[in-house]
């Protein structure tokens, strides 16, 4: 008998003002292979990290979930 173990790992930790989607993310012990998808709410933009990150062969996230900044912040900078 063969015996294969579920490789989980650990739950996302989702920035403020993203929109986390993908089957599996919101678990909290996502299981290899699990893609997930970040966007920035409507108010936002990505100033960092990926789009989608997957949890890959060596236990680990492919990338970090993308960071968000305030649109309104964009607009007082070029103000200045």
């Known amino acids: 008998i063969t015996v294969f173990a579920v490789v989980k790992y650990p739950a996302i930790s989702v920035p403020p003002n993203d929109v986390l989607s993908g089957s599996g993310c919101q678990e909290t012990a996502p299981e290899f292979g699990t893609t997930c998808f970040f966007n920035c709410d409507q108010r936002y933009m990505r100033v960092e990290g990926s789009h989608s990150i997957v949890c890959n062969a060596n ?16 607009h007082v900078t070029e103000q200045l």
């Open 59 to 74: 236990a680990a996230w492919s990338g970090s979930p993308v960071q968000c900044e305030s649109k309104e912040n964009e």
